[in-house]
């Protein structure tokens, strides 16, 4: 087979599609890749119309539910690829412009709200395009179009020709880039959950075990600790909470916590 040429399947329903995305099909396959998305959406819509009537108005285009029930479906669709087959997903779409207040951009080229349904569910999203007759694909939205940037990737990449010698591996290197991000931030987030759990528990049993003459000592204390994460706001409210219960306030007045007086009827 020819190294630019894929195998491919035309299916003439989304239940077809469905039907062929299977575990043992795509055993010797790491990418699924949708052209068009447009495409995929119009199979979508037929699906819509025909598991509920109310997806569909008179003259046969989408109602309001049906656009809808596209949306979920496109929802779930990626759910699919991605969590339960573990493959990574690429979706082709046609540009069209889009303008809002005064402004025209490129947007993929979907009716309706589904479209910000199909940006939210994407990792990242890009424009390619020709420039000084190289192919580049844009990374982060600009004045002329609509684009998502995530997960470490630069803003604008070069699209390698395949001229004979040349590697087709233009994806897997920028998924590699992504994952190796990804792995960078999840131990970086690791670190930082170790560091919170250990401020949390040296501070919360002095909180917890705070008594009436040692609440100047423990306030003293809270202003000193180096905070990771969300511990300052999760261990202020649990200190002022040990001051209800022990049924204390600061006096600005004399600038030091006190009990609270009974109030004399």
Known sequence: MDRLQADCIQPNTYQELLDDLTIENL???ETIVIDTGGKLLDLMKAH???????NRKKDGSLS?????AVAQLFESFVYLIYNELKKHLVIIFHVVEDKQDEETKLRIMVDGSTKNKIWQEMDIGGFMEKRNNKRTIGLETCERYYAKRTQGVKAMYDVPDLDKGVPNNFLTQLFNEMNKFNEEVGTKL???????QEVMDKYIPIIDEMTAENVQEVSDLMQTIEHKRTSKKELTDRFKKKLVSLNMQWNKETKQYEVKKEVQE
């Open 27 to 29: 055993r010797d396959y």
């Open 48 to 54: 819509a119309i025909k598991q509920d009537i109310k």
């Open 64 to 68: 309001l539910q049906g656009y809808g």
């Open 190 to 196: 690791q670190e930082q959950q170790k560091e919170y």
